[in-house]
């Protein structure tokens, strides 16, 4: 991280980041932007105008004090002052609600759809994870990245206008003349106001330049914040939840996590890195930086007072311009500070962005896929094999595999033997290394993408369920058709469960978004997710250990209800239960890569290899 920082970029490429930032940010809500930029112009203006207008009032107070005059001043003030007010005030709370509607739901979920966007084999990718962890981390961290600039941007834009109001109210600072002939003649010099630029300048270069050093001092504990903030989410709230409660009563994990929390809090105590930078750099680097603010603004002070004591102008009009100077300070102060961090910034939104710009690779296709009513799909498996990214390995090996719909497919082997594979191959979560695989013919890379997956429903073995209805998690949508969603559980053999809830496909799982939702065994998650293939409706289910949270009770109910389960699917199964072979037409052993055998299950047990190995290691337990 430290070199990325040390990275020259021109200020085009800056421009252009800060520019692509924000088009995020446009993205998403283009009238946060706009209530943004309307609050921090209507900021400025709300001091602005209420100073001149104050500074004309003190003048007709100091010199002709006309009673009609003093009035007018006085309700132009309070009218516009008041009327100002309301409108920033309104304009502020716009740009609040726009922003919190992003800066949380908006952002994440641009993330989350990104990795549902990207390549599967990409989005699973090790690399991949770690970046996007990074990215995260550094956000949560002190709000690197995009979110960064939802909070700096303001300052520089609220910063800007502040310093033009200020100017444009200084302007007759220097226009103004001292007497002619006075001991202050000086001040009306061709040289004096070139020395007060080349002050402010130097100044304002000084202050950049702390601020600076002080971002990148404090962006130097990233690693070690983001460590402890890890931590923290790790041990900080173990016992939350059954599925950690019960390890840290057991194993009294309780007389653990404290030491590991307590390596979380020396990072942020009176001993810890950010307390002795605070005493040290960081520290000067923040007095010096508020040193010279103030002494620029001594100065600015003593030129105003000079220039009326010398009889510029008279009482209103200073008035007038130490208001204007001291908000000019500010102004550059906000501005300078914002500048800086969005300077330190800039590797982590680049990293960002750089995430979001991970093209995908995987050729899309445009061949509408066969919408059969017959379902007669045939796959062909072509002399394929793959290796996953890095990897010198072959989890497949010259795999030449044929099988036709309605046949009822049993995957086994042992763990690694590249059962998975072969699976996220057959849904073309990855395309092959080598060879090809068929539909009907062709090539599947050459099928619509989208098309081409809406032939598959699986249950994966690490199968998610959301805290929500029953019904929509069936029908994995808002819209559930209520007499497939209750078929499709009876299917599953889940209809007397349902039957017993109250608000039956209305009924929520867990207590995330309910507090009546229920809780449910291994199995019956397992038989919702069947029951979510089965609603899908596509030609091919595929179903990785589909009974593996079953007792053999429930398990012998989804095996005798086999056919009317898959009805006229192709039904592929992979599992260590070798009991489910014998419902299966056909049966592939794979063993390192390879598919070592293929028969029935009579007809495999007749021979001396694998399946007949791994079915009597099993069979033993069982006779």
Same mark, same amino acid.
């Given at each position: ?33 706009? *209530?943004?930029?309307?609050?921090? =112009? ?8 209420? &100073?001149?207008?104050? %500074? ?21 003030? *309070? ?60 956000? #949560?961290? #002190? ?36 007497? $002619? ?49 890890? =931590? ?73 007072? &000079?220039?009326?004591?010398?009889? %510029? ?15 000019? *300070? ?10 800086? $961090? &969005?300077?330190? #910034? ?14 995908? $690779? ?39 595999? /044929? ?44 099928? +619509? ?23 929509? #998690? ?6 559930? +058709? ?17 039957? /017993? ?22 199995? $019956? %998650? ?36 086999? +056919? ?60």
């Amino acid at each position: 991280m430290r070199k990325e920082k040390k990275k020259k970029r021109s200020f085009a490429e800056r421009v252009r980041l800060y520019q692509r930032g924000m088009g995020f940010w446009w993205k998403l809500s283009p009238q946060w932007v706009v *209530a943004m930029t309307c609050t921090a =112009l209507l900021q400025a203006v709300t001091q602005y105008v209420t &100073l001149w207008l104050s %500074a004309r009032f003190i003048d007709e107070l100091a010199r002709a004090r006309r009673p009609e005059v003093l009035v007018q001043y006085a309700a132009a003030a *309070a009218l516009a002052g008041t009327g100002l007010a309301i409108l920033s005030a309104i304009c502020s709370r716009w740009s609040d609600w726009q922003r919190l509607n992003i800066q949380w739901a908006g952002f994440d979920r641009r993330f989350a759809q990104k990795l549902c966007e990207m390549d599967f084999s990409r989005a699973d990718d090790p690399a991949t994870r770690a970046a996007y962890d990074a990215i995260m981390q550094a956000d #949560n961290w #002190n709000s690197w990245g995009f979110r960064n600039l939802l909070w700096r941007v303001p300052g520089i834009f609220t910063g800007f206008f502040r310093i033009v109001g200020a100017s444009a109210l200084c302007i007759s600072l220097f226009t103004s003349h001292v007497r $002619e002939g006075g001991r202050f003649a000086w001040i009306d010099h061709p040289l004096t106001l070139p020395a007060l630029l080349a002050v402010v300048l130097a100044c304002t270069l000084v202050i950049l330049w702390c601020s600076r050093r002080s971002m990148e001092m404090m962006s130097g504990f990233s690693e070690d914040s983001m460590m402890g903030n890890r =931590l923290f989410a790790h041990y900080g709230r173990p016992p939350e939840g059954s599925d950690r409660g019960m390890d840290v009563r057991t194993y009294r994990q309780d007389e653990f996590i404290p030491a590991k929390m307590l390596s979380v809090c020396l990072l942020f105590s009176s001993t810890g890195g950010w307390a002795t930078a605070a005493k040290g750099k960081l520290g000067l680097m923040e007095a010096a930086k508020g040193a010279l603010s103030q002494s620029f603004t001594g100065i600015a002070y003593l030129f105003v007072c &000079l220039k009326a004591w010398a009889g %510029a102008f008279g009482i209103g009009a200073v008035t007038q311009y130490v208001g204007a100077i001291t908000n000019f *300070a500010g102004g550059l102060a906000q501005m300078m500070t914002a500048a800086a $961090e &969005l300077s330190v #910034n800039e590797p982590y939104l680049e990293k960002a962005l750089a995430f979001l710009d991970m093209p995908n $690779e995987m050729y899309q296709g445009s061949l509408s896929v066969e919408k059969r009513r017959d379902r007669n799909y045939e796959v062909e498996f072509r002399n394929v094999s793959f290796r996953y990214p890095g990897s010198e390995a072959w989890a497949l090996k010259n795999v030449n595999f /044929k099988f036709r719909i309605g046949q009822r497919l049993a995957v086994v082997g042992e763990n690694g033997s590249g059962k998975t594979t072969f699976i996220k191959l057959l849904c073309r979560l990855y395309d092959p290394t080598e060879g090809q695989i068929l539909l009907n013919g062709i090539d599947i890379r050459k099928y +619509d993408y989208d098309q081409y997956k809406d032939i598959f429903s699986v249950v994966f073995q690490d199968f998610q369920l959301l805290g929500l209805p029953v019904g929509q #998690n069936v029908a994995a949508g808002i819209e559930v +058709d209520e007499p497939a969603a209750t078929d499709c559980l009876q299917k599953a053999r889940l209809g007397d469960w349902l039957a /017993k809830q109250p608000k039956g496909l209305g009924t929520y799982l867990y207590h995330d978004f309910e507090e009546g939702g229920v809780n449910i065994s291994g199995g $019956e %998650a397992q038989k919702i997710a069947i029951a979510r293939a089965l609603y899908k409706n596509a030609a091919f289910i595929i179903l990785d250990e589909p009974t593996a949270a079953l007792d053999p009770i429930a398990e012998a109910e989804v095996y005798a209800g086999f +056919d009317t389960l898959i009805e006229d699917r192709t039904a592929i199964y992979i599992s260590h239960r070798l009991s489910s072979c014998r419902f299966c037409d056909a049966i592939a052993v794979f063993d390192a890569g390879k598919i070592v055998q293929q028969g029935t299950h009579e007809s495999l047990l007749e021979e001396e290899g694998k399946y007949a190995a791994l079915w009597n290691a099993q069979a033993q337990y069982y006779t």
